[in-house]
């Protein structure tokens, strides 16, 4: 049987999950030889690679290639797992990811159905300072506009889907952002709108993700001046920056680090 589909996940973290991973992707209902894991491990190191090779899935693991881009983040290496990928469809998550057990069947339903695109959905368990701070958080984007657009403008990177035709019909997520907590995945959504792709919100469609100190902790250490005003680029019209030190400017961060909107 062919694999169709190639679940993408890259990482840096010292503790990405990838054994709960694993779990979650030997119960799904979609056949394994129907699917692969691509794993992107920044570091290459052995004992994620092992946890893998124990497992019953068909998979790839991959380090990151450096390339000598200076500011080289998470764009790279979805790039080169998508690039690797066996499958015409591409399910894009973050690490600390697990799936529902009918997740992937949902997804290849949808693609079925003629969509480009899936903004997938999350259930959030909150952990650490995320607890603190937003313990009853959920992904509220079904009460937005269903509509293509602002799905597309919502593409978010910890749980999305896509034809491996249409990244490379746009050229793949734009290396030339170098934030942590980047945009390159809304980017990527609305490059595809744009191109023409079909891409639609699906609520029905959920993950199980972990939200820990490490986001907040990368928010932390790379802003030093708390006081710099948010860039204007993206309330301008565009999605895109280039900014080599305020990595993690993103609009839902405003309040969590003390941003002030200027205008």
Known sequence: ?????????????????????????EGQSLAKERFELVYCDKF???ELKKILADSALNYQFLEEKDTGKIGQTISSARNQAVEAARGSYIVNVDDLITFYPDTLVQHMEAFEEGYDGVAGFADF???????????????????????????????YGYHCSFK??????????????????GWEDID????????????????????????????????????????????????????????????????????????????
């Open 44 to 46: 290459g190191r052995k």
């Open 125 to 155: 368990v909150h952990e650490g300072r995320f607890h603190e701070m937003e313990p009853g958080k959920v992904d509220e984007r079904e009460h937005l506009p269903q509509t293509a657009l602002m799905a597309a403008q919502h593409f």
């Open 1 to 25: 049987m062919t694999i169709v589909l190639s679940v993408i996940c890259c990482t840096a973290r010292e503790n990405p999950g990838l054994s709960a991973l694993v779990k979650s992707l």
């Open 188 to 263: 990527l959504g609305i490059r595809m709108y744009r191109a023409g792709a079909v891409i639609g919100f699906k609520p029905e469609i959920r993950v199980h993700q972990i939200r820990d100190d490490v986001h907040e902790d990368l928010v932390e250490n790379l802003i030093v001046d708390k006081g710099a005003q948010v860039p204007r680029t993206i309330l301008q019209g565009e999605v895109k920056w280039r900014n080599d030190k305020l990595h993690a400017m993103t609009i839902m961060n405003y309040n969590r680090i003390g941003w002030k909107r200027n205008g």
């Open 164 to 181: 491996k035709t249409m990244w490379q019909k746009v050229g793949g997520y734009d290396e030339t952002y170098d934030g942590v907590y």
